[in-house]
């Protein structure tokens, strides 16, 4: 479960969405506030990224704030938002409503072939176990799935993922042993009719197998093979990086060592040689897993003027440069945007204050648009401390 904790040329995106990265110098960079949530009507809380369209708009999630109901979280049901970077306008897309609406958002949207939005919700629903929902543009919502939290699947934090048409995802929890899901949902029928139907294409079995992936989406390389993440599971029980085959046959490809790299809550990206690249949360790297299953550290964060904690996925230039977030740490311990090279060498971009008008805690991964900036949400922060929109211009 997303945990609340006040204290603490890779891929292109789906039919006009998603940015093109483009290679950047290593450079002082500075940040800008474009957006300070309230916690009020416009969401706060925000742990999901952000998704851009081809007009340079952001979307996200805000998993707090909006609406409140007995079956979401105590700080509100969250929202769905839209923020123009250049001018910094905010609108409220959907606030959700708990109940079958579905609630807390912790997972970035993705964008469809017919430019619908998708996302998750941990809460809400038909059974309370979450959601998938779709959105357009404009704000029309509904509710395309609901968990009915058994061998369905508990509670999908992570953003969800296209392929030929069919959503792909994962559940924290649920699953014939409770240890979480990958699921398919595939669409059938046409304009009123259509109806999504969910299958499990593995259930998480902990021990040797992962458990407990997070927030992470899956990856989809060339061939069709999936990657991801488990926060738990594996020898050691410090998680796992898994592939789901193209024939559906799943297999734990590396296993975390706690000591060096235990924990990783967020996905992988995968390069044109089959590397995987993430990062853990303890005590927190940067890594990459080679083909064959070896596994190994790019950097250690160290805390006090380093990064500590990253929390979700890595994105990449064409130059193989990776740009991420950590939770904590940073010049004034509220946390850092980073690069790290092929080569290990880590670059602090920006630090942010801790809990700071500006921004503080950014526990999301980064979006890199075509001119090398950088855009990321904060979980608290900004000028009521419900975390910001921000941008990092290096």
Same mark, same amino acid.
């Given at each position: ?154 509670? #999908? ?135 064959? $299953? ?10 006090? $003027? ?55 805690? #950014? ?32």
């Amino acid at each position: 479960m997303r945990f609340l904790h006040l204290s603490r040329a890779f891929f292109a995106g789906a039919l006009g969405f998603g940015w093109l990265c483009s290679t950047g110098a290593s450079i002082a960079a500075t940040a800008t506030n474009l957006y300070s949530f309230t916690g009020g009507a416009d969401g706060g809380l925000v742990f999901a990224g952000l998704l851009a369209d081809k007009g340079g708009f952001l979307y996200g999630t805000a998993w707090g704030g909006g609406l409140s109901a007995s079956n979401c979280e105590s700080l509100g049901c969250g929202t769905v938002f839209k923020v123009d970077p250049e001018g910094g306008t905010f609108k409220v897309l959907h606030s959700f409503a708990g109940g079958t609406d579905g609630g807390n958002s912790s997972a970035a949207l993705i964008a469809g072939r017919d430019g619908i939005l998708y996302g998750t919700t941990q809460r809400g629903g038909t059974a309370g176990y979450g959601t998938v929902f779709e959105i357009d543009l404009a704000g029309r919502e509904s509710v395309i799935y609901s968990f009915q939290g058994g061998t369905d699947g508990v509670d #999908p934090e992570g953003p969800l993922v296209f392929k030929d048409g069919d959503l792909y995802g994962l559940t924290n929890g649920g699953g014939a042993a409770a240890a979480g899901t990958i699921f398919k949902l595939s669409l059938s029928g046409a304009n009123g009719n259509r109806t999504w139907t969910e299958s499990i294409l593995h259930s998480f079995g902990g021990k040797g197998d992962g458990a407990h992936p997070n927030y992470g989406a899956l990856t989809l390389d060339g061939a069709g093979n999936f990657y991801g993440t488990t926060a738990a599971g594996g020898p050691t029980n410090e998680g796992t990086i898994f592939r789901l085959a193209k024939d559906g046959t799943e297999k734990v490809l590396c296993a975390f060592l706690g000591a060096q790299r235990g924990l990783p809550l967020g996905g992988v990206i995968v390069d044109k040689l089959g590397n995987l690249y993430g990062t853990s949360f303890e005590p927190g790297t940067v890594f990459k897993a080679a083909p064959g $299953g070896i596994l190994s550290t790019l950097h250690n964060f160290r805390g006090a $003027g380093d990064g500590a904690f990253p929390e979700d996925n890595l994105v990449a230039d064409t130059a193989g440069n990776f740009f991420g977030t950590t939770s904590a740490g940073g010049a004034m311990n509220g946390g850092t945007v980073f690069q790290v090279t092929s080569e290990g060498k880590e670059t602090i971009l920006y630090s942010f204050p801790f809990n700071a008008t500006l921004a503080s805690q #950014p526990i999301a991964g980064l979006i890199l648009d075509k001119g090398g900036k950088l855009f990321g949400t904060t979980l608290t922060g900004g000028a009521s401390a419900m975390g910001t929109v921000f941008a990092v211009t290096r």
